[in-house]
Structures are given as structure tokens and as C-alpha cells.
């Protein structure tokens, strides 16, 4: 007998937008839950101009259109609601208040319920309305600065003159939807006992901030002690990522490199290594340069040091561990045929891998409005016609 999914039976109305909602919301569904995305009238989700990228986001769920400007739409929603066991949305604060959507309103209809908001500073403070995307959030959370400072040379300060970086991959987004996921099976855990659920308010902002836990430590300590180790290395096709950060792996890459002298260097002890790491790096590089990125990496690995050859996105559908875990699921729609990740865990009695299909805007209105509100086609015709639902 097949074993369901952990979160079979789940209901989930995702009013959620763009990356951080609706990841999450979709880790939700290839765990089993059923998930009703519920976007506005038109065009539906911004994200929808790249139908790959929305793919990615919204595997596996059904989409309903609907006017939440309306009382009549709002009452539509309330009722999937009613249904619903999670709530998700990331809207800014206030404006699911004004659609009658926020806990508040439900929490009456639903005590059971488990609300998650997804902002970017938080549901209240003094910074609550500021508008955010995953940029922002880094540079609010001091991970842009961190990130700089501990580039490979751990000794170089990073000056008022320096340009900080405007990264294009939305670290925020992936990581708070990760976490608001998180914080959901947390919520429903506790609703098992109490039988009550709760508003789950998460940030960006924190989300991001949980990334440097070592910066936030050494920033309240005069003269902290710098830490480090990690070595991008040249090779004569590339570069190579190695981290040395105990004795045990300092060993390991002076054997590889067949430079025993290397432990008994003082610049190389424990502590200094790190004060010196352009040092060890020019040690490195006089054995890698002549030798290509798999060679290196092979010979690390026979060694145990930690390492990898950098890849590019486009090398990881061809990567060999990649494709034994079954990492990609296979889409083909108008697009033509691209691969999609699968989540990063995997159970072994079920398989979690995500759905082959994206739906398209209110492809699922019909069904929804019929099997979870026990509308007939003449009450949806009529919503339709008058432009409540799409």
C-alpha cells in the first residue's frame, strides 16, 4: 500500500507573491499539501512574466483569480479560507487588513488557523511599511558588509570608499521562505496539543541577519580575533575552493601538495594561518597553477581536504551526485523541456519531488469554487460574468 505524503490532507490558500510566499508555499505542496494559489485579477502574479521562474515557484498548485477589492471576492476568499488549514501571504503590512484578510478578521472565523506573513522588516515598528526585495535585505541585515569583509583576504578591512556588492540572487527570498516553512510545521506541531493555531510574523530582515552569526559576535568584542580559512585557489583552468579550518585539514592539503614544511612554518600555525592566509594561498597556488581544476580537486579529495571546483548553474544538471539524487524534475510545457530543483531533503518512504506542472492564471478557478465552496456553474458563470473571479 502506497504511503502518503507527510502533509497529505493539508489545505493551504497561498495569497502570496513573486519568490519568499510562494517557495514556501511550494515546499508545502511537494510535502503533499494541496495549495490554492489565489492571485489577482489579469495578469496574476508579477512572477508570471518568466513562465520557467514561476514554474519553479508554483509547482503543483491549483490558482484561482480573484477580486479582493471586492466584498463579494472577499467573501470568496474567506470562504477558501474557511477550508484552509495555513495561510500564507507577503503582502505589505496592512494591506490584507484592508482586504479583511488579516488574522485579525479570520483568527474569529478560524482560531485553528495557521497565518504566516512574510515581510521584509515586519507586521509592526517603525520600519514596517518600508517597501523591501531580497537587495535590500541584504544590505539592512549587515550580510553584504560581512560578506565583504571576509573575502579571501581575511586580513583586508573593507573601507568607506569601497562599493558594496548588488547581488542578483535573492539569498533573502530562498532563506525566508525556508524558514517561514519551518515555521509552519512548528505551528501545526503545537495546534496538534492546543488546538490552536497562530500568526507567524517572519522577516527578511532576520532571515538574513541568521547568516552571520560570527559577525554579530566578533562586533561586540574589542579587537576580536579574525576567522577564516577559506582559499580560493588558481589552477591552470580554474579555481578551486578549499577550506581549511582545523589542523586535521591543514595536514591534509600540506600531503596533497607534497609540502610536509609547511607544519612547521610559524606563518601556518593555528592561529596565524588566518592572519596569513595570501601567504598560504601564493604556497598553494605554486603546486595548483600547473595542474588543471580536476586534478586539484582529486587530489584534495584522496587527501580529505574539504574542497569543490566552482560550478556554474548550467554544470549542475550534468553533475554526477546532482543526477543520482534525482535533484531536477523534468518540465515540458510551452516552454519546451527545462529542469526544475526538487527540494534539498528527501524522505525514504515517500517521493517528494516536485510536480511537473505550473498552472496557468485561474486555470483551477472553476474546480475550486465547485469542490471546496459547492458553487454550481450558474452561481461561478455569474461571478465570472460580473468580473469577481477569472
Not at 574542497?307 to 548550467?314: D, K, L, P, T, V
Not at 511537473?356 to 485561474?362: D, L, T
Request: glycine share 8%; with cysteine; net charge negative.
Amino acid at each position: 500500500m502506497p504511503v502518503a505524503k507527510p502533509l497529505a490532507g493539508l489545505n493551504v490558500a497561498d495569497f502570496s507573491m513573486v519568490y519568499a510566499g510562494p517557495i514556501c508555499a511550494r515546499m508545502l505542496s511537494d510535502c503533499g499539501a494541496s495549495v490554492t494559489k489565489v492571485e489577482p485579477l489579469g495578469l496574476g502574479d508579477t512572477v508570471r512574466g518568466n513562465a520557467r521562474i514561476f514554474a519553479h515557484f508554483n509547482a503543483g498548485k491549483s490558482s484561482v483569480q480573484i477580486d479582493l477589492g471586492s466584498i463579494e471576492g472577499q467573501e470568496l476568499a474567506h470562504r477558501l479560507i474557511d477550508e484552509a488549514d495555513v495561510l500564507i501571504e507577503n503582502y505589505r503590512p496592512g494591506v490584507m487588513r484592508r482586504f479583511g484578510l488579516d488574522y485579525a478578521s479570520v483568527k474569529e472565523r478560524r482560531p485553528d488557523l495557521v497565518y504566516c506573513s512574510i515581510s521584509g522588516f515586519g507586521q509592526s515598528g517603525p520600519a514596517a511599511q518600508r517597501a523591501a526585495y531580497a537587495p535590500v535585505a541584504h544590505a539592512a541585515s549587515g550580510y553584504d558588509i560581512a560578506h565583504m569583509s571576509a573575502q579571501i583576504h581575511t586580513d583586508t578591512q573593507v573601507s568607506e570608499n569601497d562599493r558594496p556588492p548588488a547581488s542578483g540572487i535573492m539569498i533573502a527570498d530562498m532563506l525566508t521562505g525556508a524558514y517561514a516553512f519551518g515555521a509552519i510545521q512548528t505551528a501545526l506541531l503545537g495546534r496538534v496539543s492546543s488546538g490552536l493555531g497562530d500568526h507567524i510574523d517572519i522577516t527578511m530582515l532576520e532571515s538574513m541577519m541568521m547568516l552571520i552569526p560570527g559577525q554579530q559576535q566578533t562586533a561586540q568584542i574589542a579587537n576580536a580575533p579574525k576567522f577564516g580559512g577559506f582559499l580560493p585557489v588558481a589552477t591552470s583552468s580554474g579555481f578551486v575552493m578549499v577550506c581549511i579550518v582545523s589542523d586535521k585539514n591543514f595536514a591534509g592539503l600540506c600531503a596533497a601538495i607534497e609540502r610536509p614544511d609547511l607544519l612547521t612554518d610559524p606563518r601556518f600555525a593555528r592561529v596565524a594561518r588566518i592572519r596569513n592566509v595570501r601567504d598560504l594561498v601564493t604556497e598553494v597556488e605554486r603546486w595548483s597553477a600547473t595542474r588543471t581544476v580536476e586534478e586539484c580537486e582529486a587530489q584534495f579529495d584522496r587527501h580529505g581536504v574539504p574542497c569543490s571546483r566552482y560550478n556554474s548553474a548550467a554544470d549542475l544538471f550534468d553533475e554526477p551526485q546532482l543526477q543520482h539524487r534525482g535533484a531536477f524534475t523534468v518540465f515540458n510545457d510551452d516552454e519546451g523541456e527545462y529542469f526544475v530543483q526538487n527540494l534539498p531533503f528527501q524522505f525514504a518512504s515517500v517521493d517528494n519531488a516536485t510536480t511537473p506542472h505550473s498552472p496557468a492564471p485561474g486555470e483551477h478557478t472553476d474546480a475550486v469554487l465547485a469542490d471546496q465552496l459547492n458553487l454550481d456553474e450558474n452561481a461561478i458563470a455569474d461571478l465570472r460574468k460580473r468580473g469577481i473571479v477569472e
